[in-house]
């Protein structure tokens, strides 16, 4: 296959066959297109950054022509102040046009097929993309030592940023056409559209791209060219091109596998879709391609995905089937979660699953009558799943932190911003071995959204509705409030009481389980280690070891231990990831209204605080309360010393069991009992040893370029450096994401770093007081080599001889001033003709293999969070 052309100056942004826009019709004869060709190549690079994902500027989503096509909703996906639900709006394949019309959306291109009130079609030089072009090409006049240039004045611009980076409520605006007709008049326009010139006179020097350098002249020519010869997409030709699959036979068996018609194959076919359906597929036969997992109506042929409001619902026909669907859009690194699979992996599934004795029996169809994946799953041994979401952790557990929630303060801080996260292996996991946990039913374990009587009680609803049309909009606003904020209560208190049924009987059940195995408590060897995935060269599994971190609003998952040990563990026992998982992913819907977030962020602070408190058991009993009360100090502890005490301490009665069980001891011989520190030391020396193979496969600590010691030394001195323990103040003032270029000076080439500011809070339980929790003295900051997270931002650029001052300096910072001294002396602020340069440089650097990328994994970065003025 023809290596892809790029956006980017010098190659195709995934080497090794990763791709960020998969057209490769120049490299065909005869296949030019002008749009795939010449104009989203220029979105790729200037354009998606901003606008791609839900939380995309007024969700105009530029990733493909479809996108673009579709314009522009001002309805804000994330603000706080959207308390009701509205319709799911994610970019698909499946509404056409006039769908997109009706759910609000408004065009930002003048086309043949968007008429103006004569219905004639709108002058090309009238849409709101030509506008903003137009304004950025004639504001957004970078520096230029050369003609000293100072760079355009952002200051007035900061009003609208702001918005945007620390409200997630960007400033839509409209056509004068558009305002007439859907925003003339407060009560319909709740999100204060404005008219575009009434924009501009506000904010005179904004234009697109919003305050960074203009696109260059060339690129610019191309597109108003574009957007006067018609706004066209691509032909249908260069369609058929792109959406072309280059290893046909390798799709065909995976598909051939999601539609075997045993029941026992349709429940494997059904709990693996749930698991990877948000997943971009990478087969690993056929380079340089991603996929998605859908359900379809057609089996072979063109694909007719079937959308319902969650993954578990039924598809609403008599016959569906799972199609792989190629990905013909821009890749956003926001939206990276990745599923891995090949030849190995297939057999893998088909040994784990359908090669397997729990479909002797005569089993069912599998139905879609409810919400709770351990009851319907229930046929499938508990073993077999549990190994599956360890085995596939890259593509699950990137899910919840990468999936739906591509950004938000609100969906991220239930968790730390540094932990670790490791699992019990399912022999030692008594949720896998006593999948019930001694209960009589799954009711404890009913952590769905949907049940299907709401569907019934939906429609009588709205019937009932038509007699209060005559009542005012302030009432019907009231009693919606009042219907949210009854949501919450109700859900806040199944929740509380589900989750402490299910801690309640984990621990019992646990307990009885070491007593008759002769255990004194779990111990290192409970861990999995990797080991037992035959899809694996080696039979490991790096997913052992994941390294999951926040960076306020938004979080990425890594593996192994690069950037230090954190201040935070979880070990995570089957049913609390398979809840996890459906609490942030299949559950989860960004369009969803305040109540089903905060249900959302509630759950997921249980089960923050079960894998922390799993973790804890590993040490000494004396050290557990002392390590629960650094995990979370303030009113969070206050809180969980109320209601959820640590039960590792705790002797239990249980009536069905008659005798008191003891406190539960730890299972590790020898662990220092001298001080909390030196337990916990000696432990992850412990798990470091038993996990050595898993952390030599993601991180070589050892493994330093000769040309790189010299300087790589004192980048790695910052790491878990803070203000408690090394009196150093500098991490407090570092913003959460920084992208380092360190240029060499012997012509070995440019190296990427990404400096990581772990922010820390007393705790992570109450929503609205997340300000007053921080605790800045023990921030900290990790290091890793390549670029980590979506959302840089800030740039620095240093001389490789200049990184013993950069640092020394780095560690005297006391305050703001200091810190934008160094933004002088290294940064690259928005303004700057360095700007795009160095952000293209980040993409050719994430499009080469190297110890420090897979461009497999590799995405635009998102820069709407960028900060540096």
Not at 26 to 41: C, E, I, R, T, W
Not at 390 to 414: K, P
Not at 449 to 456: I, S
Not at 612 to 627: K, N, V, Y
Request: glycine share 6%; net charge neutral.
């Amino acid at each position: 296959m023809a290596a892809p052309l790029s956006p980017f100056k010098k190659s195709a942004m995934y080497e090794s066959g990763n791709r960020i826009y998969g057209w490769q019709g120049k490299s065909q004869a005869g296949s030019h297109d002008f749009y795939l060709d010449n104009v989203q190549p220029i979105f790729a690079k200037r354009c998606v950054t901003c606008h791609g994902c839900y939380e995309a500027a007024c969700q105009l989503n530029m990733q493909s022509y479809k996108g673009v096509h579709r314009g522009y909703n001002p309805i804000p996906i994330y603000s706080a102040k959207r308390i009701a639900p509205t319709k799911p709006t994610e970019m698909n394949d499946v509404y056409d046009l006039k769908k997109w019309r009706a759910l609000g959306f408004l065009p930002v291109i003048a086309t043949d097929l968007e008429q103006g009130a004569d219905n004639q079609p709108i002058s090309w030089d009238k849409s709101l993309f030509f506008k903003f072009l137009k304004k950025g090409a004639e504001n957004n006049v970078p520096e230029s030592p050369a003609r000293n240039w100072p760079g355009f004045d952002v200051d007035g611009l900061k009003p609208l940023i702001s918005d945007l980076i620390d409200k997630q409520q960007p400033q839509c605006v409209a056509t004068d056409r558009q305002y007439e007709e859907n925003f003339n008049g407060r009560k319909n326009n709740p999100w204060n559209v404005l008219r575009v010139d009434d924009f501009f006179q506000q904010y005179p020097n904004a234009g697109m791209p919003l305050a960074f350098p203009r696109i260059e002249d060339q690129e610019l020519a191309v597109l108003f060219q574009w957007l006067k010869d018609g706004a066209k997409g691509p032909s249908s030709s260069a369609g058929r091109i792109l959406g072309a699959q280059f290893n046909p036979d390798a799709v065909a068996k995976w598909e051939d596998f999601f539609n075997q018609d045993s029941t026992k194959a349709q429940h494997t076919a059904r709990y693996i879709f749930e698991h990877v359906y948000t997943a971009l597929i990478h087969i690993e036969e056929s380079p340089g391609e991603y996929y998605r997992l859908v359900r379809s109506t057609t089996r072979t042929g063109e694909i007719h995905e079937i959308l319902t409001q969650f993954a578990y619902q039924p598809p609403g026909v008599n016959a569906f089937y799972y199609r792989l669907q190629k990905v013909e859009s821009t890749l956003v690194q926001k939206k990276m979660t990745l599923w891995r699979i090949n030849n190995a992996r297939l057999e893998r599934l088909k040994a784990q699953f359908l090669k397997t004795s729990w479909g002797v029996a005569k089993i069912p169809p599998p139905k879609y009558d409810g919400s709770n994946p351990f009851e319907y799953f229930a046929l499938i041994p508990t073993e077999i799943r549990s190994r599956f979401m360890m085995e596939n952790a890259e593509a699950i557990i990137g899910a919840m932190v990468q999936g739906s929630v591509c950004i938000g303060s609100g969906a991220t801080y239930a968790i730390r911003d540094h932990f670790w996260v490791w699992f019990l292996k399912p022999e030692s996991d008594i949720s896998v071995i006593k999948p019930k946990l001694g209960q009589p039913d799954w009711k404890m374990f009913d952590i769905g959204r949907w049940k299907p009587e709401e569907d019934a009680k939906k429609t009588a609803a709205l019937k009932a509705a038509d007699f209060f049309k005559a009542i005012s909009r302030r009432i019907k606003r009231f009693d919606r409030d009042i219907h949210e904020a009854e949501s919450i209560a109700g859900y806040f208190v199944q929740t509380k009481d589900g989750y402490q049924n299910y801690r309640d009987a984990f621990e019992r059940e646990l307990r009885v389980w070491l007593a008759e195995n002769n255990k004194k408590g779990l111990a290192v060897d409970d861990l999995w280690d990797g080991s037992g995935d035959s899809a694996q060269p080696d039979g490991v599994n790096p997913s052992a070891w994941l390294n999951l971190l926040r960076h306020g609003r938004s979080a990425t998952v890594q593996f192994g231990p690069e950037g230090g040990v954190p201040e935070n563990i979880w070990v995570l026992n089957y049913a609390n990831y398979e809840m996890l998982y459906y609490d942030l992913v299949a559950n989860f819907q960004a369009t969803g209204s305040i109540a089903l977030k905060l249900g959302t962020w509630r759950i997921m602070s249980y089960v923050r605080m079960e894998a922390e408190d799993l973790a804890i058991s590993f040490l000494p009993l004396q050290f557990r309360e002392q390590i629960r009360d650094r995990f979370t100090r303030g009113l969070g502890r206050i809180k969980e010393e109320m209601f959820f005490p640590l039960l590792s301490v705790l002797p239990m009665s249980d009536g069905s069991q008659a005798p008191t069980l003891p406190p539960r001891q730890t299972g590790e011989p020898g662990i220092p009992d001298t001080s909390a520190d030196d337990a916990i030391h000696y432990l992850v020396g412990k798990i470091k040893t038993r996990l050595n193979t898993v952390s030599q496969k993601t991180y070589n600590d050892k493994g330093i370029p000769a040309n790189r010691v010299k300087w790589e030394q004192p980048l790695l001195s910052l790491t878990g450096i803070s203000k408690a323990k090394n009196n150093a103040a500098f991490p407090k003032f570092i913003p959460s994401i920084v992208y380092m270029k360190i240029v060499s000076n012997d012509g070995s080439g440019d190296w990427a770093y990404t400096l990581i500011a772990n922010k820390n809070y007393e705790s992570h339980d109450s929503l609205l007081l997340e300000a007053i929790a921080r605790d800045p003295a023990l921030d900290d900051i990790s290091l890793y080599r390549g670029f980590v997270g979506a959302y840089p931002n800030v740039f620095l650029e240093i001389p490789a001889d200049k990184t013993d001052a950069f640092v020394s300096s780095l560690k005297k910072i006391t305050s703001e001033k200091d810190w934008s001294n160094i933004l002088a002396q290294y940064g690259i602020a928005r303004n700057s003709a360095r700007f795009w340069p160095f952000f293209d440089w980040v993409h050719e650097k994430k499009s080469v293999r190297s110890p420090d990328n897979d461009p497999v994994m590799q995405g635009v970065v998102d820069i709407s969070q960028y900060d540096f003025f």
